[in-house]
Every structure is written in structure tokens, then in C-alpha cells.
């Protein structure tokens, strides 16, 4: 069943982008990652401009959120107070990624802009993430649990506004959380994606919080973080496609819903493998597309001008 995206400006296939949006909704209820690093690339490859993609991909991002965040919240899995932190400096990112987009576009740079940001960022974080798990599985590192709060989190404890955050076992300065969060918003806003698969490895790598509450954690964020830079691509450049939005937000909410609830049964060693090797595909799938010559190398196509 083909439906004609105005803004996109092509026709799609309605179950093609809403089983696409159910599948990457599951993912993200299970990781808390949001979803929009798969979503955003898999609407490229079915010929949707970057720009649109990134613009509608935001509020899926922030539909599939909403329904993880309350599934973990009925759990108690949620760090509030930690959430807070970390929204304030998205939107702060989020402002700052859309001023960026818009620059881009207006330039003409915004699809390569998006391309090789795509390949640097999830190659090296996922790569990173295999590299952790991997180790962790083959090499548990006993006693390091016991350790105390003080010698795991010491570069951070040592820094100016601490604050202590009960729910996740931290008390560590705002500051890197805070400019962690304005990292993630402005790559969130600039490539669609909610940030999820840089904010939860982040959290747990560096910050050693328990990997349940980092997941719900995340989801709170993500959710206000992804409203925000809808409205702001909406307002700013018109990018937004209605149809495509809601296609992609019903699906993602019936997904999320599956993905949160498989997401207990998961070991937390073998949570980590899976997130690292989502992440790191998707970088080389977007390597292949720049680095391999299509078959083609010219195209025709037919152009009626007007006599």
C-alpha cells in the first residue's frame, strides 16, 4: 500500500515503514537507546532525504520513549534526579544541533555532514562497546563491584558542584553529566538519533550506574530532549513530514512496549555485546555505501521542461 510523503516528496510503502518502525521500536524499549541510530539510517537507504529523516525520526524517537520510560518507571528504574541533569544539558545540545543543522543545509554540506558523522561516531563508540563487553565476558574482573563508590568514580568526585544521586549509588559533579548531555542533544538533533547508544554505555562504562536504571534513565531523557528538536526542526526549517511521523510513532510505540519487557531476561554482560554490535553494524553498513562504487555509475533519468 504506497502513501505519498509531502514534505519527503516521494511515495513509500506503508507496511514497509511500519513494520521497519515495530522492529526498531522492540530495540529500543530493550537497549533504551531510542532508536533513532537505526531508524534515521534505514530511512535513507529507502531513498528519504537525509534531512527529512532526521526531522521526523525525532518524534518516533520521542513516541518509543515515552512508552519505555513509564514501563521502567512502574519498575522504580528511573534516577530522577540524575534525568534532570541530563535533560537540561540536551536541550542545551539540541538548541545548539539544530543552529548547526540549519547552517549546514543552507550550505549544501548537511548529507555528508550526516554520512560521515554516522561512520565516525557509531564506529568508534560501538567499536569501544565490543571491544568493554567482550572483555568483561572473557575476563571478568572480580572484586571490581566492591570497590567503593570513592575509588570508582575518584576523577569525578574531585570536581566542583557534587551532588548526590541516591537512586543510581553516585555522587560525583554535575559537570561531566551535564556537558555529556550537551554532547548527546547536539548529535541527537543534528543525525536523529536519540543519543541512547552514547549516553547508556557512557553511564555505565564511566559512570558504573546499575544497568537497569540507566536504561529508564535514558528513555526520561530522550523523551524531552527529542520533543524539543521536533518542534525546533518543525519550526525552523519545515522538515518535519506529518505522515511520515505518525507511521513511524505508531509503530514505535506498540514496539517499545515488547522491548522493555524482553529487556529483564537479558544478562547485563550479554546486554552490552548486543548494544556494541547494533551500533557498530550500522557504522559499517553506512562505510560500505561510501566506500563501495555502485554498479552503476551513471544514471538518466527524463526531465520535462516547460515550453
Do not use: C
Not at 204 to 224: D, E, H, K, N, W
Not at 261 to 274: E, G, T
Not at 276 to 293: M, T
Amino acid at each position: 500500500m504506497q502513501i505519498y510523503l509531502p514534505i519527503a516528496g516521494l511515495p513509500v510503502d506503508v507496511f514497509t515503514v511500519l513494520g521497519l518502525s515495530v522492529a526498531v521500536g522492540f530495540i529500543s524499549g530493550l537497549f533504551g537507546v531510542g532508536g533513532g541510530f537505526l531508524m534515521t539510517p534505514l530511512l535513507i537507504f529507502l531513498g528519504i532525504p537525509p534531512a527529512v529523516a532526521v526531522a521526523s525520526v525525532s518524534s518516533q524517537i520521542a513516541a518509543s520513549s515515552v512508552t519505555g520510560a513509564l514501563a521502567y518507571w512502574r519498575r522504580r528504574a528511573v534516577d530522577f534526579k540524575l534525568g534532570t541533569i541530563l535533560t537540561l544539558g540536551g536541550i542545551v545540545g539540541a538548541v545548539l544541533g539544530v543552529v548547526f543543522f540549519n547552517a549546514m543545509r543552507r550550505q549544501g554540506h548537511l548529507d555528508a555532514v550526516i554520512v560521515f558523522s554516522y561512520i565516525a561516531l557509531l564506529g568508534s563508540i560501538g567499536g569501544l562497546m565490543l571491544f568493554e563487553s567482550l572483555k568483561a565476558i572473557l575476563f571478568p574482573r572480580i572484586g571490581d563491584a566492591a570497590q567503593p563508590l570513592a575509588a570508582r568514580h575518584g576523577w569525578a568526585a574531585n570536581l566542583p558542584f557534587k551532588m548526590q544521586f541516591h537512586h543510581s549509588g553516585l555522587e560525583i559533579s554535575t559537570i561531566p553529566l551535564f556537558l555529556l548531555a550537551v554532547f548527546i542533544g547536539f548529535f541527537g538533533a543534528l543525525l536523529g538519533v536519540g543519543g541512547g547508544f552514547i549516553l547508556v554505555p557512557a553511564l555505565i562504562y564511566i559512570f558504573r550506574v546499575p544497568t537497569a536504571v540507566v536504561v529508564g534513565t535514558s528513555l526520561v531523557q530522550q523523551l524531552i530532549t527529542m520533543v524539543i528538536a521536533t518542534f525546533l526542526h518543525a519550526a525552523t526549517n519545515h522538515s518535519v513530514d506529518i505522515l511520515l511521523s505518525l507511521i513511524l510513532m505508531l509503530g514505535a510505540t506498540f514496539g517499545a512496549q515488547f522491548g522493555a519487557r524482553a529487556h529483564i531476561s537479558i544478562r547485563p554482560d550479554y546486554f552490552r555485546l548486543l548494544l556494541g554490535l547494533l551500533v557498530f553494524g550500522v557504522a559499517l553498513r553506512f562505510a560500505a555505501d561510501v566506500l563501495i562504487p555502485p554498479r552503476d555509475t551513471y544514471s538518466a533519468t527524463r526531465t520535462d521542461v516547460a515550453r
